[in-house]
């Protein structure tokens, strides 16, 4: 292993390192029951808020379209020993639609739950195919299955423990931002075995911008007065990883 990508190594251990400490050292962290009080609410032709549920189609389409050139055309340069990765990163985007779509139907602790599920596959399999593209194919291919497994447990944990009336998101928020840090280092100190890389980039970008949108949620929709700034959040999010999927198409091995 050269020594920047040592360097790399070393700097996602380490704010793994950090992000575990600082999560251990922190309280349980309950679900804020203010998260389900998006600010527009409105209901069109019999919707319940409209714009938070439709938003989600997006992902859908991105998911679907994904999935139809992996396993129909074969239009993606992809190794194809971690083809399930990418099967598996569409299909949670794919399932983000409805699980997004039916959470904002009715938001609460409940049906937040299949919200978060989808998204959690998604984020696993992308961590997985960021690791076998930049580190190593083989660990990669070999985390697919325990990262997901993680993911999916800090959904049931943070659950079960609110139907305990003593939920803890400290997990699941690890599952969601450490692979978010740790990515740009992989992208930086690692080399990739594909030419092209700035679809991962465009991704953060958007990923960090729908975050903004969903931390500004009332202030967009009082600019805007017809949408929220969750509902743009969505839009944004699919964006990224519809050119996230353009650039699997484009690219090439090195």
């Given at each position: 292993m050269q020594n920047k990508e040592k360097l790399g190594a070393v700097l996602v251990a380490v704010i793994a390192l950090v992000a575990i400490v600082a999560l251990l050292l922190l309280d349980p962290i309950g679900q804020d029951p203010n998260y389900h009080g998006?600010?527009?609410?409105r209901k069109i032709f019999s919707i319940?808020?409209?714009?938070?549920?439709?938003?989600?189609?997006?992902?859908?389409?991105?998911?679907?379209?994904g999935l139809y050139?992996?396993?129909?055309?074969?239009?993606?340069?992809i190794k194809?020993?971690?083809k399930t990765s990418y099967i598996l990163l569409f299909l949670g985007v794919m399932l983000v639609a409805f699980g997004s779509g039916y959470y904002h139907l009715w938001p609460n602790n409940q049906t937040?739950?299949?919200d978060r599920l989808p998204m959690t596959i998604a984020f696993m399999a992308l961590f997985s195919i960021v690791i076998s593209e930049f580190v190593s194919n083989a660990v990669g291919k070999a985390l697919l299955f325990p990262l997901i497994i993680i993911g999916v447990a800090s959904v049931f944990y943070w659950h079960f423990g609110e139907l305990k009336g003593a939920g803890d998101?400290?997990?699941?928020?690890?599952?969601?931002f450490f692979p978010m840090l740790a990515i740009p280092v992989i992208l930086i100190y690692f080399g990739s075995s594909f030419t092209e890389v700035k679809g991962y980039w465009l991704l953060l970008i958007a990923y960090i911008a729908a975050k903004l949108f969903e931390h500004f949620d009332a202030e967009v929709y009082a600019?805007?007065?017809?949408?929220?700034?969750?509902?743009?959040?969505?839009a944004v999010a699919a964006l990224g990883l519809y050119i996230l999927l353009v650039s699997y198409e484009r690219r090439c091995l090195a």
């Amino acid at each position: 292993m050269q020594n920047k990508e040592k360097l790399g190594a070393v700097l996602v251990a380490v704010i793994a390192l950090v992000a575990i400490v600082a999560l251990l050292l922190l309280d349980p962290i309950g679900q804020d029951p203010n998260y389900h009080g998006f600010s527009d609410t409105r209901k069109i032709f019999s919707i319940l808020n409209f714009w938070n549920v439709v938003s989600n189609v997006p992902f859908l389409v991105v998911g679907l379209f994904g999935l139809y050139k992996i396993l129909v055309s074969g239009s993606l340069t992809i190794k194809g020993d971690v083809k399930t990765s990418y099967i598996l990163l569409f299909l949670g985007v794919m399932l983000v639609a409805f699980g997004s779509g039916y959470y904002h139907l009715w938001p609460n602790n409940q049906t937040l739950v299949w919200d978060r599920l989808p998204m959690t596959i998604a984020f696993m399999a992308l961590f997985s195919i960021v690791i076998s593209e930049f580190v190593s194919n083989a660990v990669g291919k070999a985390l697919l299955f325990p990262l997901i497994i993680i993911g999916v447990a800090s959904v049931f944990y943070w659950h079960f423990g609110e139907l305990k009336g003593a939920g803890d998101l400290r997990l699941y928020a690890f599952v969601q931002f450490f692979p978010m840090l740790a990515i740009p280092v992989i992208l930086i100190y690692f080399g990739s075995s594909f030419t092209e890389v700035k679809g991962y980039w465009l991704l953060l970008i958007a990923y960090i911008a729908a975050k903004l949108f969903e931390h500004f949620d009332a202030e967009v929709y009082a600019a805007l007065g017809f949408m929220s700034g969750h509902a743009i959040k969505h839009a944004v999010a699919a964006l990224g990883l519809y050119i996230l999927l353009v650039s699997y198409e484009r690219r090439c091995l090195a």
